[in-house]
């Protein structure tokens, strides 16, 4: 195994070239900065998982104003939180939110355990780099983060070789970061760590000229700064298909079914679907008797990490059907409810409405 690289500064001096820094360019009045409480650093620190800030502000806003405290969001239902979820993306995170404030109310007292990076980190969807943010930021007492951002910045700050996700990399980058978090001003030096890889030392075009550690970035002597960090192995994306049920009742209601708790779009509402028509029309000649099909709807693509998933609608309507089972109900459109719908579901539903959504005929 590779030892660490040689740190670039001594650590006084990287912490210095970094708030000063911050105290100039630095975001200082972010939504979750205004009050730093363990709750709200918390539910922003998960949101921010794979998320750009400024997706994620109006979501906080709204989570904030229906769960202003950790035992309201504890209290409600799964259904509520997806609902306020839906269309910021990775559901697990909700959901894991959901059940880690349930949690905390259960074995913590109704408080987030921020004395103990391993209680903390053992919530569940937190994890170590997550609860190192959140005690920096709401305590200010010395915790060690390596996010996204964190890691692409000393990556390229070290030209570290290999791609982070490599547990020996990560080692690598584990220990940068441990060196160079200070003692003091933690959450200034948290932030200020973010705001670097997020603003400065970006992905695809780092403004290398504006950056503390231009002098002594190694991949900017090296003049690649965007081979850091390596990417992960490139496989292709396999493709599924699916036909997802549209079926309207005689007052347009489209009806839904909740997936299973655990996998795809565990917890949320979506559309019926099926493999191919023929399991389709065994299930309404089971479950729906008399509904009539149309001609279905153009296919398209939804894009997860690991797959493509090319979706076509099938509609179909049916007369009066008040019992739907369990796990199913009617949705309104024009009255929608509060429930976690599937993000490709909702973007059907409202940019196939003109006609998806019309009213029947002879209604």
């Known amino acids: 195994m590779r030892e660490m690289p040689e740190p670039v500064l001594e650590a ?8 000063d820094w911050f105290d100039r360019h630095g975001r200082h009045d972010l939504p979750w900065q205004r009050e730093r409480t363990p709750y709200r650093v918390w539910v922003s620190e998960i949101m921010l998982q794979q998320t750009q800030v400024a997706t994620v502000i109006p979501y906080f806003e709204r989570f904030m104003g229906r769960f202003p405290t950790l035992a309201e969001l504890a209290e409600a239902s799964q259904d509520e939180v997806l609902h306020l979820w839906t269309g910021l993306g990775y559901y697990a995170r909700g959901r894991n939110l959901h059940k880690a404030a349930q949690r905390v109310m259960a074995e913590h007292g109704g408080e987030l355990p921020v004395a103990s990076l391993d209680a903390l980190a053992g919530l569940p969807g937190i994890g170590r780099s997550t609860a190192g943010a959140i005690i920096a930021q709401s305590t200010d007492q010395r915790a060690v983060i390596l996010d996204g951002n964190v890691k692409r910045s000393l990556s390229r700050l070290h030209a570290v070789e290999g791609w982070p996700g490599r547990p020996a990399v990560e080692r690598r980058l584990w220990a940068l970061a441990e060196h160079y978090t200070p003692e003091h001003r933690v959450a200034d030096h948290t932030q200020a760590m973010m705001d670097l890889g997020a603003t400065l030392c970006r992905r695809g075009t780092p403004e290398c000229s504006r950056c503390p550690f231009v002098d002594v970035c190694v991949a900017h002597a090296r003049g690649e700064p965007r081979r850091f960090p390596e990417s992960k192995p490139k496989k292709a994306l396999p493709t599924r298909t699916t036909l997802m049920l549209v079926l309207q009742d005689s007052e347009g209601r489209v009806l839904l079914e909740q997936r299973p708790a655990s996998g795809l779009w565990g917890g949320l509402w979506g559309l019926p679907q099926f493999d191919d028509l023929a399991a389709l029309r065994a299930w309404l000649d089971a479950h729906v008797p008399g509904a009539a099909l149309q001609p279905h709807w153009p296919a398209f693509s ?11 609608p099938q509609p179909a309507r049916v007369g009066g059907l008040d019992s739907v089972g369990e796990a199913r109900c009617w949705y309104d459109p024009g009255n929608p409810g509060r429930i976690g719908l599937a993000a490709p579901v909702k973007s059907l539903l409202v940019s196939l409405a003109p006609f998806a959504l019309a009213a029947p005929e002879g209604a």
């Open 12 to 19: 006084a001096e990287f912490q210095r070239r970094l708030l």
């Open 302 to 312: 939804h894009t997860f990490s690991h797959f493509r998933l090319e979706i076509t």
